[in-house]
C-alpha cells in the first residue's frame, strides 16, 4: 500500500468555491459552466430510490424538484432518478419531471458465478453504472457520477455543486489547462456535511405536500428561528444576495448576539446524527498507526452517502456492499493501483434524513468496525471472507447487553461473528444477464 500525495485530498466549501455575493457566485458558475464546454464534460446526478414507501417517493419527487435548479444552470448536468425493485411505481413516476432508470437487469461477474444480490445501495449504484456505461459510451473520464441519497428532509443543491464542480474547474486536457488550479487532477469527490436530526414538528412541516420541495438548510434555520423569536426577520431575508448559509455567513449577517440566539434555536430542535460515522471518526484520531487509518481520518463523516467520482474511477472501484459502500469508496479513490486523481472533500451544508428506526443496532456496529479494520488491513478482497480469529468457536453465542433508552438488551452475535462481507468486483467485470452491460 503506497502512501498518496500529500495534496491527495482537497476540502472544499462553499464560501471558497462560490465567493461572497451574487456576484461572485455569478462569476463561478459561469466557469464552471465555460469549463464543461470547453472540455465537454457531463455530470450524471443520480437520485437512488428503492422499496415502496409512498413518503419516500415524496421525498425523491421533493428533492428532484430541489436539484432541477443544477441542471437549469449548468447546461451539461443531467438530473435522473434509479429506481430498485422492478418497474417503477406510477406514484413515483407520474409527478417527477426527470428520467426514470430501470428496471435494471442482474448483474453477474462476467467469469460466472450467482448473480449479485438485487437489493442494497451498492447493487443499485453498480446497476446505474453498468446502465451508463451501455446506454450512454464515451469518454469515462469527461463523465461525472454523482449518487444521491433519496430520504432527504433538508438538504441544499449546493451539497451536490460541491461535489462535481471542482472536478470541473480542476480538468485538463493536452494544451487546455484546467480553470482553476486548486483542483487540478481532482477524479473524486466524497460528501461531509453534518447530518441533523430534527424534533417531530419540524419534520412533518418539512413533509408538508404544500412544500413543494426539499427544504434547504435556510429553510430549516428559519423554522427554528421562527419558534424562538417569531416577530424577527427571517433568516434567509439577512443574507447576502448569492451566499450559501455556512457558519461564516450566518455570523457576519447574524452577529454574535444573533448567531448565539440562532445557535440556542437550532439546539432545541435538533440533535446529532450520524452516530455511528462519528464514533468512526473518533476511532480513527485515536489511532493514525497505520496509513490508511491516517488517510480515512482526514473525512469528516465517513458514512454520509453522496459521493461522485468519473465513471472511468467508477468502473475500475472494488466496492463493499452495506455500510462498507462509503469506505471502500474511500479507499480505492485513495490506495487502488490505477486508480490516480485529487478527491475533494465537500465541507457542505448540514442535511436531515426521514427519521429512521432507533432501535439497538450494535451488531450492525460490530460488523462496520470489523470491515473497517480488514479494508483497513488489506485483508478483504473479492474472495471468500477471512476465517474467524480467536474467540468464540463456530457453534458458540457471544451475548452481549446493549444499553438502550429504556434499559439494557440482550443481543447476541451469532457466527459468523463477526461477517466481513467480501468486495464485489468492478463493473467493467460485471455482465448483466440477457445481455451486455
Not at 100 to 108: E, F, S, W
Not at 332 to 359: S, T
Request: proline letters at 9%; glycine letters at 10%; aromatic letters at 6%.
Amino acid at each position: 500500500m503506497l502512501a498518496p500525495a500529500a495534496d491527495k485530498v482537497v476540502d472544499v466549501d462553499l464560501e471558497t468555491l462560490l465567493g461572497r455575493g451574487a456576484a461572485a457566485r455569478a462569476r463561478t458558475e459561469n466557469r464552471i459552466s465555460a469549463a464543461m464546454r470547453r472540455h465537454g464534460l457531463r455530470v450524471h446526478v443520480i437520485v437512488l430510490c428503492h422499496g415502496h414507501d409512498p413518503v419516500r417517493f415524496a421525498t425523491t419527487i421533493r428533492l428532484c424538484r430541489a436539484l432541477a435548479v443544477l441542471r437549469e444552470t449548468f447546461a451539461g448536468v443531467e438530473l435522473a432518478v434509479s429506481y430498485q425493485g422492478g418497474p417503477a411505481p406510477a406514484a413515483l413516476t407520474a409527478p417527477l419531471d426527470v428520467p426514470v432508470l430501470g428496471p435494471h437487469r442482474p448483474l453477474a461477474r462476467a467469469d460466472g458465478g450467482a448473480p449479485l444480490p438485487d437489493a442494497g445501495k451498492s447493487e443499485h449504484l453498480l446497476s446505474c453504472l453498468a446502465l451508463l456505461r451501455a446506454d450512454q459510451p464515451g469518454d469515462g473520464e469527461r463523465r461525472f457520477v454523482v449518487f444521491v441519497d433519496s430520504d432527504y428532509l433538508v438538504y441544499d443543491p449546493e451539497n451536490v455543486l460541491a461535489l462535481f464542480a471542482p472536478w470541473a474547474l480542476g480538468f485538463s486536457a493536452p494544451g487546455v489547462p484546467c480553470a482553476d488550479e486548486r483542483f487540478a487532477g481532482v477524479r473524486f469527490a466524497k460528501g461531509g456535511s453534518l447530518r441533523l436530526a430534527v424534533d417531530t414538528d419540524l419534520a412533518k412541516a418539512a413533509q408538508d405536500p404544500e412544500a413543494g420541495r426539499t427544504w434547504g438548510f435556510a429553510d430549516l434555520l428559519d423554522a427554528a428561528w421562527a419558534r424562538r423569536l417569531p416577530s424577527a426577520p427571517r433568516v434567509a431575508e439577512r443574507l447576502p444576495a448569492g451566499c450559501a448559509p455556512t457558519r461564516t455567513t450566518l455570523h457576519e449577517a447574524l452577529g454574535p448576539a444573533g448567531f448565539a440566539e440562532l445557535e440556542a434555536a437550532v439546539e432545541q430542535v435538533t440533535k446529532h446524527g450520524g452516530r455511528s460515522s462519528r464514533a468512526l471518526s473518533l476511532w480513527l484520531a485515536s489511532r493514525r498507526n497505520h496509513l490508511a487509518e491516517h488517510w480515512l481520518g482526514r473525512f469528516s463523516f465517513l458514512l454520509h452517502g453522496d459521493q461522485g467520482a468519473t465513471l472511468a474511477a467508477w468502473s475500475a472501484m472494488e466496492l463493499a456492499p452495506g455500510y462498507g459502500l462509503e469506505i471502500s469508496f474511500l479507499m480505492n479513490a485513495l490506495f487502488r493501483p490505477g486508480l490516480h486523481g485529487r478527491i475533494a472533500q465537500a465541507l457542505a451544508l448540514p442535511h436531515a434524513h426521514l427519521p429512521k428506526d432507533e432501535a439497538d443496532n450494535f451488531a450492525l456496529g460490530v460488523e462496520l468496525f470489523t470491515l473497517l479494520q480488514h479494508l483497513v488491513r488489506g485483508t478483504t478482497g473479492s474472495g471468500p471472507a477471512p476465517g474467524p480469529g480467536p474467540g468464540p468457536g463456530p457453534e458458540e453465542r457471544w451475548p452481549y447487553q446493549a444499553a438502550t433508552k429504556l434499559g439494557y438488551k440482550p443481543v447476541v452475535l451469532t457466527p459468523p461473528a463477526p461477517r466481513v462481507p467480501a468486495l464485489y468486483p468492478p463493473v467493467s467485470n460485471l455482465v448483466a444477464l440477457g445481455g451486455t452491460p
